[in-house]
């Protein structure tokens, strides 16, 4: 299809002569500045575009003056040149000649402006010079590769827009090697890195703008920063909480959509990646000309001095440039068909994502950038681990997902990614993209037959304990194939996406309407029940009753075999105000509000989390490393794990099946089959946790000899303060009455 006519072209206007550019190297791709070996420095410029004609660098000075290079070098499909004098802080990006042909997937235009995708930084923002989009008003048209309102509805992406677009793009930045960090690159040899173990791990997952916006103890120019979650006054309440890791909701260069836009909204979760390398610069507070880089930097450095991890949420499998209708912002205008995976219509593209596009990780090219982007996340950034979103997108061969995939297998021999922590959100929105419990076992998942199971034991709607009883102990129906361990369960109530922790007990139905769809966004299915009325309540019982619940909740999820995660404000009651979808509430809904920890009655559940929290540290019974058998572990031993009735008796095979909402497990911290790093038995206390979700009460035969001649009470969820050390034991083999919807947590005493 041919450009429009009538707008201003200016793919031919005269580019500047390369007599200055020297051939440079097809490696390492990206913008680099270095030194050459005449000792002149300058900064080498390669970008990948297999079918591209032709490939222009813009350099733009302070007043967005551009100067264009042509790099005329091209080595295996690299483009390529190196630019004497370029020095860190120059703003670049790409102008990509080639064929405009959207029926076959040709979708060059040389009059957009691309940002390199494997630019260290950007500076700015897609909108305007003078604002960030989010104004209320529509993207620029200008962004689009096609013109956007065509009025012929069939042909709406295939008319080339000629218009410039350079005014409204975000450039890339060139980073030195240091970024203003000390040390360089911080490889494997990096001692300061916590590397906690897969079974001693607590995840935190959090935003790092809407943690500290309402933190009073941040200063008011670090909120919504890097710098502000490094700040002490942040980094006290997670180590105060005892978490091991964070996990940060994406932090990769993102954009916003045109629709928010529209609504006067913003994205803000961040799950619409445009630059893989780089920090996202709406959360620098100290400049985004590459110090947001460094500033990075020193926040990983700062979470590793206090003990904490840091693991990022990337999404790989898809990007911002959405479907066909959607903005040429990088790898679209630089190979549309080298990057996505096109439909059968090669106009439009094939979608297991639900955000319009898919990445071809099986292209070589492709699968580079992505392992090229995670090794930099972790030898030069710091980090520690990666969950990947929508991860089934990204283990599809062909069609299929494919355990045996060139993903998978990359990722699995890699030196560097092979050792860091993995996380995997086993699904996507494609056919048989549910994939919880397939990965492989150097993988650990987001398991939400976890999230489902004890979100419907709670509210009372599961008929018998069969299912909670594998989630408890660790998912074995699940992860007990090919060596894994029970923690590549990574256990969860409550995500970013769905109810806060508080909401899920105090809505059945989503209020989303502030997002602008007419509520229809966000999920129907949310397993939650209100404890009797809909929204807040003034109502004492309702409110103690919430309370109670939300205290079963954590107290389950962190003596639960398996890797325990929170959400960030989840321990001090935060709510959305039942919004279960707040991925566009970039406002005091999204944010934690720590006002909350002047309320006791808030400021007692935060204990609550972190009291279990440093009952798993202590305990490794509660930690374990490997499936429970059933068995004794040494002569004399005890059952690794029973399970008791509320008579105090072992559970039969038909007692699974029985009716009921109590269930009693005892765990042998005798019996555990695992030995230290000297080959020493390691032997802890035993512990008996008892799940009470009927709305009566229930006495309940605490098990006689040989389990425990008697039993200390350290949680009992009945009560707003926990007990305290003076309080005297309970017997053996008699009864203690379970309040109604409690959990009791016991130390046994040996006989």
Same mark, same amino acid.
């Given at each position: ?162 218009? !410039? ?73 997670? *180590? ?43 959360? $620098? ?143 996507? *929105? ?162 934690? !509000? ?47 794990? $029973? ?17 009921? $909402? ?81 959990? *009791? ?7």
């Amino acid at each position: 299809m041919s450009s429009a006519p009538e707008q201003e072209a200016v793919a031919d206007e005269p580019v500047a002569p390369p007599a200055d550019i020297r051939p440079g190297s097809p490696t390492p791709l990206g913008a680099r500045y270095r030194t050459g070996p005449d000792g002149v420095a300058g900064t080498n410029f390669a970008l990948w575009a297999g079918g591209a004609e032709a490939v222009e660098l813009c350099l733009f000075d302070d007043a967005e003056r551009e100067t264009r290079h042509a790099l005329t070098e091209l080595t295996h499909e690299i483009w390529h040149g190196f630019l004497p004098g370029v020095r860190p802080g120059q703003r670049y990006g790409y102008r990509v000649h080639g064929r405009w042909d959207p029926w076959t997937g040709a979708r060059w235009n040389p009059a957009k402006l691309l940002l390199d995708p494997y630019a260290r930084a950007v500076d700015g923002d897609f909108g305007t010079r003078t604002e960030p989009a989010g104004a209320g008003v529509a993207l620029p048209a200008q962004l689009y590769g096609h013109v956007r309102d065509w009025p012929e509805q069939r042909a709406a992406d295939t008319v080339r827009d000629d218009r !410039d677009s350079a005014p409204y793009v975000p450039k890339g930045v060139v980073v030195g090697e240091d970024a203003g960090e000390e040390g360089g690159a911080d490889e494997w040899q990096d001692d300061r890195r916590p590397k906690t173990p897969w079974p001693d791990s607590v995840l935190y997952e959090l935003h790092v703008r809407g943690f500290t916006m309402r933190h009073p103890g941040v200063p008011e120019r670090l909120r919504g920063t890097y710098a502000g979650l490094a700040h002490p006054a942040a980094l006290e309440h997670l *180590v105060r909480l005892g978490v091991t890791a964070v996990e940060l909701l994406p932090v990769h260069q993102f954009a916003h959509e045109d629709h928010l836009v529209r609504r006067g909204l913003r994205n803000y979760w961040g799950y619409n990646s445009v630059g893989y390398f780089a920090p996202h610069a709406g959360y $620098a507070a100290t400049g985004t000309r590459g110090q947001q880089v460094g500033e990075f930097k020193r926040m990983v450095r700062a979470l590793h001095e206090a003990g904490i991890e840091v693991i990022l949420d990337v999404v790989y499998n898809h990007t911002a440039e959405a479907g066909e209708l959607g903005p040429t912002l990088s790898l679209r205008g630089i190979d549309n068909r080298g990057y996505y995976r096109l439909a059968a219509e090669a106009r439009r593209y094939t979608d297991y994502t639900g955000c319009g596009n898919t990445l071809h990780v099986v292209q070589p090219h492709v699968l580079r950038l992505i392992t090229d982007s995670l090794r930099y996340w972790v030898t030069e950034m710091g980090v520690d681990g990666f969950r990947f979103d929508l991860a089934a997108a990204l283990a599809r061969s062909l069609h299929d997902v494919d355990m045996l995939s060139p993903f998978l297998a990359v990722i699995a021999q890699d030196p560097v990614l092979r050792r860091v922590k993995l996380i995997a959100e086993p699904w996507d *929105v494609g056919s048989g993209g549910y994939q919880v419990g397939a990965f492989p076992p150097l993988w650990t998942e987001w398991n939400d037959r976890y999230r489902d199971t004890v979100r419907d034991f709670w509210r009372g709607a599961q008929h018998d304990v069969r299912d909670l009883g594998y989630r408890l102990s660790g998912s074995s129906d699940l992860y007990a194939w090919g060596g894994r361990r029970p923690y590549a369960s990574v256990n969860f109530i409550t995500a970013h996406d769905g109810f806060t922790l508080r909401d899920l007990v105090s809505y059945e139905h989503k209020r989303n309407a502030d997002n602008g769809e007419g509520n229809r966004d966000g999920t129907h299915d949310n397993r939650s029940w209100n404890c009797g009325a809909e929204g807040e309540s003034d109502d004492r019982e309702i409110r103690a009753l919430r309370r109670r619940q939300l205290r079963n909740l954590l107290t389950t999820l962190l003596l639960s075999t398996g890797v325990p995660m929170l959400v960030a404000g989840d321990e001090m009651g935060r709510t959305q105000h039942g919004n279960n979808n707040a991925y566009c509430q970039d406002n005091e809904t999204g944010w934690v !509000d720590w006002s909350l920890l002047d309320d006791p009655e808030w400021r007692r559940l935060a204990g609550l989390a972190a009291r279990l929290i440093a009952l798993r540290r202590a305990h490794p019974v509660l930690r374990r490393r490997a499936f429970f058998s059933g068995r004794p572990h040494h002569r004399g031993g005890l059952r690794d794990l $029973a399970w008791f009735t509320a008579d105090g008796t072992e559970m039969t095979e038909q007692d699974w099946y029985t009716p009921g $909402a109590t269930l009693g497990m005892y765990l042998s911290g005798n019996d555990i089959s695992q030995r230290d790093a000297r080959g020493v038995r390691v032997v802890d206390d035993s512990f008996l946790a008892v799940l009470h979700a009927a709305d009566r009460p229930l006495p309940f035969t605490l098990p006689g000899p040989p389990w425990a001649r008697a039993y200390e009470l350290l949680v009992d969820t009945a009560r707003e303060e926990q007990p305290g050390a003076a309080e005297p034991p309970y017997a053996a083999g008699g009864a203690h009455t379970l309040a109604a919807r409690s959990v *009791v947590l016991f130390r046994a005493v040996p006989g």
